[in-house]
């Protein structure tokens, strides 16, 4: 699998914040899982600042297009629709509120990709030279930190589909016993790929009564091997 490029910088943006950064991990905590998050790297300072001013430009034109319109005197509560037809539903029960999230792993240098049933795709930067293993295991993380923001939304359950076995494996039946063995295997050995194991299964912890961990993807050719 080739390289991915290094970028020196990276225009990042939600909307409330937009600004330039010089790592890949500052831009994904101001784009990755936040509302109207977007990235854009590059090489020089001057093609970020481009960049930054684009997608500043498309976010205002965003926020413009869905801002709701008021009435002249905008202390009068809403006009109800339909009569009284909406006190039918007063009282109605709940609904729960779930969302699902479809993991698909980067090939050919490509990016690893996270879709919701709207169409909101997030692109998955995996770390420069890791191995299969490593590129679940960084997909996870990823897919998990994006359900928490939508916990955190209201969602009731959010399902993942896509992400291969050996990630949901590692988190219910391998590191328990390795948190338990001050994060060592049986073998003594700290497990391979423990800096992402170690955050992740810490915030799998929190959220796993609400996520529905799924495996619809045919497992690839080469992936049979445990991430440690």
Request: glycine share 8%; charged share 25%.
């Amino acid at each position: 699998m080739s390289k991915k490029p290094k970028y020196n910088f990276y225009a990042a943006i939600n909307d409330k914040e937009a600004r330039i950064v010089t790592t890949w991990a500052e831009c994904a905590a101001i784009a990755i899982g936040k509302p109207g998050g977007d990235n854009k790297g590059a090489f020089t300072l001057e093609e970020a600042e481009k960049y930054l001013k684009q997608i500043i430009k498309e976010r205002t034109a965003r926020q413009k297009r869905n801002k709701p319109k008021r009435g002249r005197n905008t202390n009068l509560p809403p006009k109800p629709k339909g009569g009284l037809s909406y006190l039918a539903k007063v009282g109605a029960p709940k609904q729960s509120k779930v969302v699902t999230l479809t993991c698909k792993l980067g090939t050919g240098g490509l990016g690893s990709a996270i879709k919701s049933l709207d169409c909101d795709t997030h692109i998955i930067e995996t770390s420069a030279g890791a191995k299969t293993a490593q590129m679940y295991l960084e997909l996870g993380y990823a897919v998990l930190k994006l359900a928490d923001y939508h916990i955190k939304q209201g969602a009731d359950t959010v399902e993942i589909l896509g992400l291969n076995a050996s990630v949901g494996k590692t988190l219910n039946d391998y590191a328990p016993d390795w948190r338990a063995n001050g994060w060592f295997n049986p073998l003594g050995k700290s497990p391979a790929n423990l800096h992402v194991i170690q955050p992740m299964f810490e915030l799998y912890e929190r959220i796993k009564s609400k996520v529905a961990l799924g495996a619809k993807q045919p497992k690839a050719a080469n992936t049979d091997d445990l991430p440690f």
